[in-house]
């Protein structure tokens, strides 16, 4: 093992020498959304960084300011991603052209997500053979109830809230009439964003665009004539035609690797603490098979950290989280709230800050989100999987021996009895209430006005500002401007940020099984990437939360398309 880490790190350092960039370059960024949060933590990421959210949207940056980089160019693949993310890739971009140098996007083919970022380029041009699915905005739900019912195991959950539509999931066969409703506001609110950006970025009205989307897909002809596409052509006809004929070009890897850093952090330091998977108690994990858990006793650590350190001026917390368990959404909350009385706390919100993620939000002194961000979902639900009658199908039988009338409340061999269940309904107000007085304190409104705005019901980020639950839209550098006007830190200068969680150690990273790096999962990924199957993985995840009868602030499964 020891030999083997000298000789990775041997090469890492080899592998960093890149050549050097010429006074003459232009930038090619493959953007393949959805980018982590937090950069993956593999040993072979000693020999190749995979890009991240926030390192994409700083070589954009550093580009803009880079005289050596004469142009971007930019190719968008956003397989399964959401819509926060993109918008801030798309935000990026867009400051990028206030420097005056040429933002080309060039697409093999696309849908909805790949054509929403390349609306941000001066110049678009797709492959020949290539075609745009540009038709519309959909979304997606899957409902499990018929094949529980099959194999005999009966959903007993539990909800408070008329849109908490988590149980759903299991509950039901298809939409309830709130569900539906819900799903049809997100739906058409992400699609107006859409196309605002496709009349922005193609200089049409929004009128115009509602029909160019209607009239799709495209295949390259038919999208040059319908105005979505400038020019037809291969990759390497870019380098015939200014602004690129005549410039080095280079990729992420050589760039990051090369790129002149930032203006030196002068002006005070500022901690960016990653609230990044499902919410639960306990160690967060990176690198669970069901997907990264935020664990509140790690979350906390960090928190208490930095609330102490003098040197630290303020808080970001950046969520991405779908919610989980209402107790550890309630640890992480009463952490917040004492750092909040000592130093400013910012929110920035990433493609999902719902339920539990919206719960540890509420401290915040800002809350800024995305106009497509997933946030809100105030509710709770709980409850268990009977698993009798897929036991007996099997033929195995099962018993219990208990003490105490409510000992076998939680058993997965019965449903709850009618007073079990009226306990638990008993129990899971308490906590809903509990949420909205969070809420209500953290958003400085009546218990009664959240409560109208909660009973579980998701919101895009455009919506919730509207509602009072954001208070600006943007991306995570408007969160740190906010943090540093909040302390009160010199706006000439920029800031040092002290991230959580940090970079692992040589030994934790060599430490690690290597069936785990990206080289050796990435047939699997773009198995899991497919709607169908990440349908099943997200229920078989949601279906492990309900453990005890623990209440639940936890979003339901989300694809859209």
Known sequence: MLVSGAGLLVLALFSNNAPPISGNSTLVLRIGAPLAEIEPSDVFQLLKTTPTLRSTVDLIRRAKGDTRIKALVVRPVASGALWAQMQEVHDALIDFKTSGKPLIAYLESGGVGEYYVATAADRVVLMPAGQLDVTGMTYYEVFFRGALDKIGVVPDLLHIGEYKTASNTFVEHGFTPAHREMTRALNRDWYDEFVRALARGRKMSEEAARKVIDGGPYL??????????????????????????????????????????????????????????????????????????????????????????????????????????????????????????????????????????????????VIIAQPGTLTGSIGVVTGKFVVQGALEKLGVGTGAVSE?????????????????RARTEEQMRTVYELFVKRVADGRQQTPARVDAVAQGRVWTG????????????????????????????????????????????????????????????????LILRRPDVRAVQSAVSMMQLFRRGEPLAVLPNVFVH
Do not use: C
Request: hydrophobic share 35%; charged share 25%; aromatic share 6%.
């Open 462 to 525: 455009h919506q919730a500002r509207e509602l009072g639950l954001v208070d600006e839209l943007g991306g995570l550098d408007l969160a740190i401007r906010r943090a540093a006007e909040k302390a009160k830190l010199d706006p000439t200068k920029s800031v040092s940020l002290v991230v959580y969680p940090g970079k692992r150690s040589l030994y934790d990273l060599v430490s690690r099984q290597f069936g785990s790096s990206p080289s050796a999962t990435a047939g699997l990924d």
């Open 220 to 365: 390259a002809d038919g999208a040059k004539k319908a105005g979505l596409v400038d020019e037809l052509g291969y990759e390497d006809q870019l380098d015939d035609t200014a602004p690129v004929k005549g410039t080095q070009q280079i990729d992420e890897g050589q760039y990051s690797r090369s790129a002149a850093p930032l203006s030196a952090p002068t002006g005070g330091r500022i901690a960016l603490l990653y609230a990044v998977g499902t919410i639960a108690g306990g160690e967060s994990s990176f690198d669970s098979p069901t997907g990264t858990v935020l664990g509140s006793d790690t979350f906390t650590e960090w928190i208490r950290k930095v609330r102490v350190d003098p040197g630290i001026r303020a808080v970001v917390v950046r969520i991405d989280s779908p919610g989980g368990s209402a107790i550890a959404s309630e640890v992480i909350w009463r952490e917040l709230m004492l750092t909040r009385d000592v130093k400013p706390v910012v929110v920035s919100m990433g493609d999902v800050a719902a339920s539990g993620g919206y719960y540890i939000a509420a401290p915040a002194h």
């Open 404 to 420: 105490g009338t409510s000992a076998e409340m939680n058993s997965p061999f019965r449903p709850f009895t009618p007073d079990e």
